[in-house]
């Protein structure tokens, strides 16, 4: 009898041994909510300095889209962005409609049936080339809308006519107009985002508030109304109802709204 409780008892020690008591689980607890404490900051600015980084790589990547870059293979080489490729094609489109000896299109078409330009008529292809580039600065030749950036068959944005083309011709538009309208690209020049919604915002899952928005190159209204103009791709469509005669023309940035200060102490709408 006496072996026995002794066992108990022996067993009992050795728990105790092994076992934590409660004020030892209470320090443990403390030390581990003291260094939890502490890398938290760390752990935030780490995570901030991340979305940063790429919140930067968007906007570079999306500007190279649209004016093009340096290529990262040689410094003596340019890749094309979405405008350059846009004033070659309608270049093109120029060349093989206005380029046909002597021959104009009438107002059913460029080749149903052509018509002869007048004695008097000058130059007409250079001309057309003079008033497609001023309308290039007037903003045509950038994407139509924000979404024709990551398009897989962009459209650029260009009048339907182009006008002066023949001024010696006096009314007869078929002499003094030449038809561009929009002109497709063929293939896409934003590829890293879904093509529906376009790229979503490093910091959307901190701010559920900040947004992409793109600044056009031209508004109908005047200029007074681009002074700090950005639009998301849902106003762009708002202030766009009608693509035959829209407000805003072409989309020449794109910029970030709503994160606030950087780490580095900048504006991030300022980027």
Known sequence: MW?????????????????LSLVELIVITFIIAIIATMAFPTYKIFQQRSKEKRLKK??????????????????????????TVARLKGMDRIE??????????????????????????????QKCINTFIAKLGE?????????????SNPVAAFPTKLTGFCPDTGNDTRFNEIDIGDISLGRPFYRN???????????????????????????????DYLANASYTVDEWATMNPDPDHPVLIGVKDIVSRGVGL???????DDW
């Open 58 to 83: 968007i906007l570079t990547d999306v500007r190279a889209a649209i004016n093009g870059t340096k290529s990262h293979n040689s410094s003596n080489e340019f890749e094309e962005g979405f405008r």
């Open 262 to 268: 950087a780490l580095d102490g900048s504006n991030t």
């Open 3 to 19: 072996k026995s409780n002794d066992k108990v008892n022996n067993f009992a020690l050795l728990n105790n041994e092994k076992a």
């Open 96 to 125: 093989q409609v206005a380029n046909e000896k002597g021959w104009i299109a009438n107002e059913n078409g460029w080749n149903s049936p052509p018509v002869p330009l007048p004695d008097n008529a000058k130059d007409v292809k």
């Open 193 to 223: 985002c879904d093509i529906s919604s376009g790229p979503v915002h490093p910091f959307h899952d901190w701010y559920p508030t900040v947004e992409f928005a793109y600044v056009p190159a031209s508004d109908t209204r005047g200029i």
């Open 139 to 151: 903003g045509y030749g950038y994407p139509k809308s924000p979404k024709e950036i990551w398009s």
